[in-house]
């Protein structure tokens, strides 16, 4: 989805009053979660190179103005300057896969203050649901503890859209496979998927329906066991794949009941028969907890899918994300309202040893630590060309090892805080007593 | 979004076994919510229009072929048999806005079993989501009391589309406008908005700020007061609205803070300022249960915007949905693993005065009866024209009028069960006597 009319009316409304008043001077606006949900010890920065994209393309179409003059009645001269707006600005970004945490801008748009409020909304949209979603499947990767993981949450998501970029996401954070066959198309990701259980009942017998398909796709089978009773199945499976000499690629997959349990017994059984290299893959409502009792407790499982729970992030289905006005025309800004104190400036993040500092963007970075934001688009333009999900999944592996081991806890995660510079202490206090100035000012007294 | 491509892969990998066996009578799939979540009394169907758009537009483009047969290596008579793939079986569904409960068929479709089978995928992402958001922003209405709702949820929704389905489901369940302009123009809706908090340090003070917008939007300002200090803020908005005689349409906004409380000190300012017109209009984090307490306890509110936690449904972010095989080639399907039993058969809901019972679509509905699902596609195409939204927001407030009142309830809601008639009961004893006897056959007993 493009589109200037992607965002809400109050932008739209400010922009135009800016436009009306020659109001146009640079405004920095810092993208970043102020809180972290107190079940994630860390985020997985995602969504920038949605963002890149809708920036690219930022333009009011013809019918769009035809709709704000006629539906919504702005005027002539408003609609005259919703026209002519691209965007030409610049951005910095922390790129996708990165670990990131609270307070730390995942993305600084600077540009002309209407455009740069124009596109508040889809940014946050799309940083916020794919940064949420990134981080649940980190989750999930760390809970597997090296077994193989497939998206399955196409059928659960919030929607096609969000499909696509939960199948996305969670290539970048190590998921070897997807189910979703448009999203493998599109981001060139592997397709995986077995049989339902309505395939089995189509066939007069649970045998029949496994024979069936293991004659059609001989390369490619796993029998989902549990249609009629689980090992009954299996031991079904076993029949089938030494009747047809299959058993290199095959598997079995449980839907149902005591995954760990019958993991165990379908094991057995499958050892007993000599068929060591028939692989169990698990699924069935499983998220990270559900993974970390499995894994802990040495279930036999060669490979999990993993679906709705992880592709709407149930535990935490969003973040306390904002788009915050930090610099304009060369002011520093910030917000005073009682619970949601805002830092002011252009800012950078220093990855060191002793780990993060937010600071000013000018500033050195202290010994040995790496900024972490990179400036990803100047006067509009791509600095580089797009990056892939190869390089994304690079940058969560490194971070990911540098972890301290409290972030990574499934239960009672505790996140690490990054520390602010004092460059940007002082600014802040500056900026502060500047708003205390203001609201002064503004309430007379 | 729209394309065969939308699905898993399983989906593929059984309908292309189906169509080299010429297995290709009629199926019946189900579509229905297994559970309720706990703090569900109720749920409100929505999502048929995106599934209606889906079938009717249903095929494999040349390039979804390409892909299936260069990458993902499907056959040449597979690929073939894809080409010719079009939906044109029948559906019945539950028109969008009515109430339903658990067990209770939202869609079924009829058609044969390939096309039935690879659509599963889409059809349970809208329904599921769609359902999910309009049972949830059902609850908000509940709450407010009768005090105007606006869909503030665009920023943090799961993708841009998902913020389109949230639009448009709030509109179903009566709030008054929406954030979102590319919704208000694709759906006919109220757009609403008023301005950010950067908009006030943009200016030198509140006051500029506030005069500037009043100035350019003199017929629709709400201006926020909680930049700097709350109270000074709704006293520079009197001093601002005074200058300008602009009373009769204006607002203030509160965005932050114990917002009961605010309320009640905005109120008296400006009653005592003798602007009692002027509305008081609130958001921030609101759901449910904070819309309940702020109704509850008097606070003169205006209107509510209603953001994150009501568009991704915070506590509750998907449902227990399935679409299940229910009748294959005539004959009725259940499933038996272990802790999923299904019931067979082509169904219908008979919504009378005693409550409502599932029962098998040929049966006479009990005395009084109405039946919930309706034909809504016949082979292949849609019986009706599109609905509107007003058509199914008028569903809506007649089916929530007759809710009891523990299903309304807020907190620890109890939701009514379904009964099931004799004859489904005894469909579903003989389906279930002869899956048994397969389950018997398949594992050789």
Redesign the interface.
Known sequence: ?A?A??????????A???L??G?DEP?T?SLFVRRLPPSRGFLVAAGLEACLEFLSSFSFEEEDLR?LSE??GYDDATIEAFRGLRFEGEVWAVPEGRVVLANEPLLEVTAP?PVA?LV???L???V??QT??ASKAARCRLAARGTDLVD?A??????????M?VARTTAMVGFVAT????A??RYGLR?????????I??F????EAFR??AQ??PD?VTFLV?????L??V??AV?VIRELGLADRLGIRL???DLASLARDARRILDEAGLPSVRIFASGGLDEYALDELTRAGAPIDAFGVG??M????DA???D?V???VE?AGRP?V??????VTLPGRKQVFRGPSGDVIGLRGEDPPPGAEPLLVPVMREGRRTEPPGTIAEARARFEADLERLPEEARRIRDPEAPEAAISRALARLADEARAD??R??G?????
Chains 1, 2 share one sequence.
């Open positions: 989805m589109g009319l992607l965002t809400d009316l109050y932008e739209l409304n400010m135009a009053s800016y009306r008043r109001m405004a606006f709709y539906t919504l203050i409020q508040e909304t889809y946050l949209n799309q916020t649901f949420t979603i399955f196409f059928r659960r998501t919030q929607g096609a859209e969000a499909a970029a189910s979703n066959v448009e493998a198309r397709a995986a998927g077995t049989m339902a259980h309505s395939f009942e189509a007069p017998t649970e045998e069936a398909f059609d796709f490619r549990d249609t009629y009773d689980t009954n199945g031991r079904t029949r839907d149902s009941g709705t729970k592709g709407v992030s149930a289905p969003y973040l994300s788009y915050k006005l304009y800004v917000k005073l309202a009682t619970d949601k708003a205390l203001r609201a000012v503004a309430s007379g007294t």
